[in-house]
Structure formats: C-alpha cells, structure tokens
C-alpha cells in the first residue's frame, strides 16, 4: 500500500508541473526552443560536463536515448530472440525467433581466395552493395556479406519486411523503430550468425568487422555502426542528411578551392574549373526526410533542424570508444546536395569526444571527386588505415593500384584527419556557412516584419509581412507601403526562407471564394531558376517554418500546406516592376477552410551566386464573379496581429502566453482539485496497464 501511495503522489507531482514521463525526462517537440548552434556532445542533459571516460560512458547513454526518442525509434538488441542459420553455398540464410513469430532472410557471401588467416577474414558488410571495387576488396584479403535492405524493412512507409514481422510499427514511440532501425537490425543479425558459427564454417572474422552503405543505406550503416558495438569500423558513404550530414550547416551556393587536393584525380575533367567549385545543389530540408520512412513518429513533429535538440554529430559520438573507429566517407561534386563541407563539420564537432579518450586517430574522413558511391580510392586508404591499426602493418603507396600509386604517391593516414574545406584557401568561405546565432537576432540587425496595405476586392486591409522563423532573408519596406523588399544573402540557394503574412477575409468568405491573386514584383537578380508560388493554409494551421518545394513539379510538402498557384516562371530579368497573376487552383484553395488564413508569395531560386533583392508591390485578392467584398462597417477593419513570438529572437513560447492570458492561478483551490483528480484517475489507469503489459524491448 505505500509502495502504491508513493507511485500516486509522484504522479500527482509530475502531473502538476506538466514534466513528460521518459528515462531522461525528454520533452515532445513542441516544448523545445530553437538551438542555433549544434548541442555540445560532452555536456550532460543535466548540464555536466564530461571530464573522464566514465562520464563518457553515461554521456553515450544519453545520446543513445535521444536519438531512439526523437529520430530513428528503439534499437532492438536481440534480447528474447532465438537465432538460427544455415550456409548453402554463396548464401548466408538467417531465420529468428521472437514473439511467436518468425523472420528469414539471406545474404550472398563473397570469399577470397585461398586458406583464411589465423582469425578468420576482415569482413566488410554492406547494405546493397560495393560495386566494381568489391574486386579490389577481395583481391586484399576481405570478405563481402551484402545485405537487400527491401527484404529486411521495406523502403518508405509501409513498414512492411521481415523485420516489421517481429517488431510491429505501433502506435507509441517504444514501438515505433523506423526503416533505418529495422535495416540496422538486419546487419546486425549477420554478425549474431558469425558468432554462432557461420564464422568458423566460412573462416571469417568476428572481430575485424567492417560496415557499410551508400546513400540511404549509407545512413542504414551509420545507424548500424553506431548502435551495436561489434562493428569494428563503421564506414557510412554519401550518408547525406539523416546520415552524418550536420543539418544545421548552410553550404547553399558556397564557392570553393578544391586545389589542389584533386588536380591529378582520374575525373577532374567532369567538374570543371576546380579552383572555383560551386556547392549549386542546395540542401535536403527536414521534411524531405520526414516522409521517407526511416525515422520514428517524433521526428515528424520538428519543422527545421533548428527544433532538434541534437545534430548528426551525436550518431557519430556512439562509435566513440576503444577499439572503434569511424571512418567518413562522401563524395564532393557528386553529393553537394549533401552539403560535403556539412559531414567535415559533423568531425569537427564529435573530435573532441574521440580526444577526450585519446582515440583521435580512431576518427577519419575522405572524399573523393566525383561519386555518389565507393571508389577504389575510398577502399585504398580504408585497407591501409585497417590494416595499420589491426595489424599494425605500414603501407607503400607504391603498391597501390595504377593509377593511385602516382596519385597518392605521399599518402599519410595524417591526411585522414581533415580535408579540401579545412585548407587556408577556402576558411573564410568555410566559416560562413557554420551557424551564426547572432544573425538572427542583436543590436542593428534589419526589420524582420512591416506593415503593408493588401486589397482584398477593393477593400484595402493592413497585414504584416514577416519571414518565416527559420529564414535568412531580410524584410523591410519598399517605398509606398504597398508592398516589401525582400533581400537573399550571399550564401542561399534552394532557399527555404520566404515572406509570409496573416489576413482576415469577411466573415462569410473564404479563399476559394478568390479566383487569383495579382502584384507586381521586380528585382535585381539576374539569374535562371527562379520559381513563384502563391501558397496557404488556415491561421490555425499556419506555415511551416520550412518545406519543401518540388523544382519540376512545383509540390508543396508537408501536403498540410495549399499550393494555390504553384510552378509560375519568373523572368530572368525583371528590373522593372512587372504584373502578374497567378489564378488559384480550386482543389488546393478548398484545403484553405475559414476566413482567417496565412499566406505566402513564394520565391524559389536556384541562382549561382550573389545577393537578390525582390521588391513585392500591389498585391490585391481577386474575388470571382458576383462574389461581393464586404467587411463589417460597424467595426475598423484592424490589422491582423502576429502570432507570439513571431518576431524572431523573442522567448515567448506558446506556452507563456497562453498562461499570461488565460490559465488559472497556480494557487487556485480549484485547479489544485482538478490536478489531484485528473491525477489519481491517470495513475489509476497505469497502474491497470502496467498489470497486464509486458516490456516488449529493451
């Protein structure tokens, strides 16, 4: 009966205070605030800061749980389950138990040729697979297991596979492992096998464990090696955002050197002039990742990268530990839409972690030219950096392959250790892309939201034009007040930021009652690329702070969003203020439900380089035919106010307000009763769930 009373009262006082039930007391998405600068991976939840491997240990912890929480779902660790294989020839067949269920699969092995040495053969797991360079990988000595992903965890959302066979996708978090968890899973299963025997039987090791992917199975083998400790070196390649990609990184539009790093590379000639190599692929925004599959529930409740209370340096630090080694991997002119200079500053940020244990060496990074795969180039340094640190072997660059023996002919594992966007010649534009808090906020920075007169009909209504919250560009009036300028920096391309303001229609009339929207626009870009798009969504609903927008298509994502004209082509030069009209599409203008909705005259930009100032001017919502405008007259039509905090850098969260203006007194006798009743009735609830549910993982 104490024991009872005692889990009543902590519920009651957790309930009180509104604190989130979880091992780290972790709040949901909506609680959090924006972090400009990637979160410091040797400092506790609790603010303590890590001094000694102990405290790293519980650091990982923490980590662990942050990433299954908000990102990738549980890691499922094979506690329970019953493992079998069998070897037929070139297939590994693999079959577990759990559940009451069942769950099988194969994987194609590949052998060198000859006796193995004494322990067994490294061995390389892949996702997918390697390519033309398994050859070489075979030719030196190392295994290949290759792994079909589809069959583990189908791609995308139907969380189909072998894997959703044992580990039902449910409907909390502890049940909700993404794509990536169940691939994951899939890998390491096969190590389960080798240690079970098929090692023994195929003469490989179960040590000297290597694990890899490209691309989507790139982030699968960052996942992998970051979750279960077996692999020895972790190899995730082109992994991208989601992978190793920093996501609150801008390469956007970066100019760099790649002299002369990759003067005499066998593919300099696809790139063009390498001393001024642009980064024009722009960057892969959050929501792109949301939809995909691979992560949990939570992930889907962050608008921006901003609003995760960790970055993808915190996957790296999980191989942080002795005899581990993380060994990055990407390309550059092919992956520059996975923000290359975004993975070296993923080892920047997680280096301190390693030199806190003295592993500064068990962390590397190459790129090569120009390949959204592995080279042999990426297997040459992998096997001497292997080969160094498990057998203590020194290397010749002379007996590399033709013709790399030339081209690395000074090859030092030093050269591991940085990178093209460490050089002297290309800092400068390096540390503009590494976020800056201080731009968004502080002593002289511009007009984040104006006043602008908007006619709706004939009826001219007063709105403020704001930025979305996550935006760069820089908002001020133009010289009437009927309009805004809206000015790009230097280093955006693909841009996400765009301007935004909230308007109240009359009463009895909603958007599809307008059949477009007219204005004039000018600007001093002189570039190809250039989208415009007229997009809404009921106040309510409001905008995203980013989303993504289809080049080709012109689709808006998250579908949550109305795209009311979309894919309109904006001249390459526009000097002079030129008319418009974009007519509205019924279909997406019936999503918009209400008279109170917020929109947007979106700008998308692929231009090469430098600033953009649009100027938007005269912007008036035609109604259709007979449908009459008309606002109250008894009432002056007010300008509509923004929403708390949209001023950006201002702390006032929803929360705070909604307590300034409407809850009760904390000290109110009747809010008191009503926290100890809603309390008892909760704890009443889980005390009967507890009593008839088992923990179906770890």
């Not at 209370?309 to 002795?322: I, K, M, R, T, V």
Request: aromatic content about 12%; some cysteine; proline content about 6%.
């Amino acid at each position: 009966m104490k024991k009872i009373l005692s889990v009543l009262l902590t519920v009651a006082f957790i309930l009180s205070f509104g604190v989130s039930v979880n091992a780290l007391n972790l709040r949901i998405a909506s609680e959090l605030e924006k972090q400009f600068l990637p979160p410091d991976v040797l400092t506790m939840q609790n603010g303590t800061k890590v001094e000694n491997k102990d405290q790293w240990v519980e650091r990982q912890d923490e980590i662990r749980e942050i990433l299954q929480y908000y990102m990738y779902g549980p890691w499922c660790d094979g506690e329970g389950e019953s493992l079998g294989y069998s070897i037929d020839g070139s297939t590994l067949k693999i079959s577990v138990e759990y559940g009451g269920n069942t769950a099988s699969f194969g994987v194609n092995i590949s052998l060198p040729e000859g006796a193995p040495p004494t322990g067994g053969w490294p061995v390389i797991v892949v996702f997918g697979g390697i390519g033309a360079p398994q050859s070489y990988a075979l030719s030196n000595g190392y295994a290949v297991i290759s792994l079909e992903p589809n069959i583990i965890a189908a791609d995308g959302t139907s969380r189909g596979g072998e894997f959703y066979k044992l580990y039902p996708y449910g409907s909390t978090w502890e049940a909700q492992s993404g794509v990536l968890m169940g691939w994951s899973w899939g890998a390491s299963k096969i190590l389960d096998a080798l240690e079970k025997g098929a090692g023994n039987e195929l003469g490989i090791s179960t040590e000297k464990t290597i694990v890899t992917g490209v691309s989507r199975y790139g982030k699968a083998a960052a996942v992998a090696g970051a979750f279960d400790k077996r692999f020895a070196i972790t190899m995730p390649v082109c992994s991208g955002f989601g992978g190793l990609t920093m996501g609150r990184y801008k390469s956007n539009n970066m100019t760099y050197n790649l002299l002369p790093d990759f003067e005499n590379d066998p593919k300099n000639d696809s790139v063009g002039d390498l001393s001024a190599w642009k980064s024009v692929g722009g960057t892969e925004g959050i929501q792109g990742l949301q939809g995909s599959g691979w992560f949990n529930e939570n992930y889907k409740d962050f608008s921006s990268y901003l609003e995760v209370p960790f970055d993808q340096h915190f996957l790296s630090a999980l191989c942080a530990s002795e005899n581990r080694y993380l060994f990055m991997v990407t390309g550059i002119n092919s992956d520059m839409w996975n923000s290359p200079p975004g993975l070296w500053y993923n080892y920047e940020q997680v280096l301190p972690a390693f030199e806190l244990l003295g592993l500064s060496d068990n962390l590397s990074i190459q790129m090569h030219l120009n390949l959204h795969g592995i080279e042999i180039e990426d297997l040459i340094k992998l096997f001497a950096y292997a080969d160094y640190h498990w057998y203590g072997k020194d290397f010749d660059t002379s007996s590399f392959p033709a013709p790399w023996n030339d081209i690395l002919f000074d090859f030092t594992l030093d050269d591991l250790k940085t990178c093209i966007f460490a050089s002297t010649e290309n800092a400068e534009v390096y540390a503009a892309g590494v976020p800056d808090p201080n731009a968004f906020e502080g002593e002289g920075h511009p007009e984040t939201s104006v006043p602008v007169d908007i006619m709706v009909g004939d009826v001219p209504v007063a709105v403020t034009v704001t930025r979305n919250e996550n935006g760069d560009a820089l908002v001020s009036s133009d010289a009437d007040g009927k309009g805004f300028k809206f000015n790009y920096g230097p280093n955006l391309q693909y841009s996400n930021t765009f301007a935004k303001f909230d308007i109240i229609l009359p009463p009895d009339l909603s958007i599809s009652d307008f059949e477009s929207v007219s204005f004039t626009c000018q600007t001093n870009a002189n570039y190809w690329g250039k989208k415009m798009a007229f997009i809404a969504a009921p106040k309510s609903v409001g905008l995203p702070s980013e989303f993504e927008y289809d080049y080709n298509s012109g689709a808006i994502t998250p579908p949550e969003v109305a795209a009311l004209s979309t894919n309109n082509d904006l001249p390459p030069t526009t000097i002079a203020a030129t008319p418009f009209t974009f007519v509205f599409d019924d279909t997406a203008a019936s999503k918009v439900t209400g008279n109170e909705i917020t929109c947007s005259i979106y700008i998308h930009m692929e231009h090469l380089d430098g600033d953009a100032e649009y100027i938007i001017s005269d912007i008036v919502l035609n109604p259709r035919e007979n449908v009459k405008v008309e606002y109250p007259t008894e009432t002056e039509i007010a300008p509509v106010e923004t929403t708390a905090a949209t001023e950006v850098g201002t702390e006032t969260t929803l929360a705070e307000a909604v307590q300034t203006d409407t809850a009760p007194e904390s000290n109110s006798p009747i809010a008191l009763v009503i926290i100890m009743i809603m309390a008892v009735l909760v704890v009443g609830g889980v005390i009967t769930v507890l009593s008839v549910t088992k923990k179906r993982r770890k």
